[in-house]
């Protein structure tokens, strides 16, 4: 509920961090402060706009209505009860993702397991649990990793959102009930060490499974001799691996030990944050993954095979 918390002294937000978190221009927020004292920033000593969780949670909550066809000027004049009235209403019957997304942003600002958990599956219901994953959490996930990576959002929000999302993810791998296809793969799947985000690993780890390949799961922060030794143990045709987090090893040099490491009968591919932007020409062996519906178009090919 909109009005049930205090602000939180542990977030402080500049006026950008509000424009990345909720989509609205930073000269809209401002033009909402002085014509309609929507939110109340304080200010330094230097006079720069800071805001705290309640501010943030008043504007996604804003941008909601607004969104859904509230005129500015209406909102303004609701009641904090009025506002958070309409806010629950919506979040019922609300099926447009960019509505869902903020609804998240602000359960993960209240730390509301409850509300978190509510919207997730109600979502699954309407969209299945793969789409769900790719046009509701990689987004909502996208949205606070800026967040994450500069500090703005504190740490007990991220692992709150991680860990529910988490759960989520290993209780739906542990549900697939699919039986192996008789030309399946062998998938190993590790993050480097270091890297501690697996979210998007164990995503792939369910849409391989879901298609009838063998997953060998090897988690976090994996050393590289270790990846050297399980292949020697158990065949792999296919390794992934993803880079979120900034890598303490030149991510090019870790790419390039990989592929001579395995050049000879492993196609790897790569993902993560960390990628996204490289433009190297990778090596043969070496494919990047920009989109989970990317891997998914991998994966059907491979399974077509």
Known sequence: MLISHKPNKMANYTIRDLEKLSGIKAHTIRMWEKRYSLIEPTRTSTNIRTYCDTELRKLLNISILNRNGIKISKIAQLTPEELSTKINQLSKKADDTETQIEHLAIAM??????????????????????????????????????????????????HFVSNLIRQKLISAIDSLNISEKPNHK???????EG???????????????????????????????NIIEVCRIRQANILITSFISSFNTNID?????????????KTIYISGSQIQNHTIKYPDNIIPINSPKYFIEELNKISSE
Request: aromatic share 14%; hydrophobic share 45%.
């Open 253 to 265: 040099k870790y790419i390039e030990m990989l592929a001579e490491a395995f050049k000879n009968d």
């Open 109 to 158: 600002i209240d730390i509301d397991e409850n509300k978190f958990e509510r919207i997730l599956a109600r979502m699954i219901m309407q969209l299945g649990f793969e789409e769900t994953i790719i046009r509701i959490v990689y987004p909502f996930l996208e949205r606070i990793g800026i967040m994450w990576q500069t500090g703005t959002i504190n740490p007990a929000q991220e």
């Open 195 to 225: 890297e501690m985000h697996e979210l998007g690993l164990l995503f792939f780890s369910y849409l391989i499974k879901k298609r009838g390949h063998k997953v060998i799961y090897l988690g976090q922060s994996v050393p590289f001799e």
């Open 186 to 192: 062998n998938f190993l799947l590790y993050l480097p």
